[in-house]
């Protein structure tokens, strides 16, 4: 059985990193509150404008827009976004797992054509743990999620797409549902994915100006700017979520081992009075 210092040592550990879990977690929950009430503004927005541009899309014979040109995958890029840093539950290896995967249906094309653009210190570590060096740095967009860098980095994307120098880009991100669900979702981002309309919907004839080839040329862009900029949003409400889950749990069984401890402890002090209550008794019939 362990001494009473040892235990008493331990006590005092469990307490400290009690301490620490708890900050955590108020931290975590006053970030979440922020992102989420962010993403919360713009998700309807990005919705409207999606469902804007299906009915656009839906409407034409023709692709009026390279960005929803379907060709064969002979060289693919995949964007993934994760945190980082740790203590978020499985919030970042779930990411990594859905990367390998992802990679897994496309090396058959060997991996000089497949491109991985981790956002995210620790998907990056797995990309290049895998075999696959990331493409840049993009840490900076997974701690705070910028509209001009998400921008810029959608622009790069898109280029390559349009200089035939990729065929199709996939986003793997978590989309927050709620505080306690956040959901792995893999997405293909070019070509552009077509949704199939509602039964009972009816297709909307629009009047445009000048034409549709000039409103498309610039709705297209604008559509794939916003939805890298709404996965940002979404991993980032998802990553705080998952940390104040996580310390919340951490610290609920930090208060199961203190109890357990301090029952502990009890037991090994009472027993230990008891041993020189013994010793004393025993030396007194001794002597007697």
Not at 58 to 81: G, M
Not at 100 to 116: C, F, H, N, P, R
Not at 138 to 156: G, I
Request: net charge neutral; hydrophobic share 40%.
């Amino acid at each position: 059985m362990a001494s009473l210092k040892e235990i008493k040592s331990r006590i005092q550990s469990v307490k400290s990193t009690q301490k620490i879990t708890s900050a955590m977690k108020m931290v975590s929950s006053a970030k979440l509150r922020k992102a989420q009430k962010t993403i919360e503004n713009l998700f309807p927005y990005e919705q409207r404008l999606n469902g804007l541009l299906n009915n656009f899309l839906s409407a034409e014979d023709d692709n009026v827009s390279i960005f929803a040109e379907i060709r064969e995958v002979k060289r693919v890029a995949i964007i993934v976004i994760s945190s980082n840093s740790s203590l978020c539950g499985s919030f970042n290896t779930n990411v990594s797992k859905r990367l390998i995967q992802t990679i897994d249906k496309y090396k058959s094309m060997g991996a000089e054509d497949i491109l991985v653009y981790p956002i995210g210190k620790k998907v990056a570590k797995a990309s290049h743990k895998n075999g696959y060096e990331p493409q840049d740095n993009f840490d900076s967009m997974a701690d705070k999620p910028n509209y001009l860098a998400a921008v810029a980095f959608a622009d790069e994307i898109m280029n390559l797409y349009k200089n035939n120098e990729i065929d199709g880009v996939e986003l793997i991100y978590h989309h927050f549902k709620s505080k306690s669900t956040q959901v792995l979702t893999e997405e293909t981002f070019l070509p552009i994915q077509l949704k199939p309309a509602e039964k009972g919907t009816v297709a909307l004839d629009y009047i445009v100006e000048p034409d549709r080839a000039t409103i498309m040329s610039q709705l297209i862009p604008k559509v794939l700017r916003l939805k890298i900029y709404t996965a940002l949003l979404d991993s980032n409400a998802s990553e705080h979520a998952a940390r104040t889950i996580a310390m919340q749990m951490a610290t609920d069984n930090a208060t199961d081992l203190l109890q357990e401890l301090s029952l502990q402890y009890n037991k090994s002090r009472q027993q230990a009075i008891t041993n020189e209550l013994l010793d004393i008794i025993g030396g007194s019939f001794g002597q007697n």
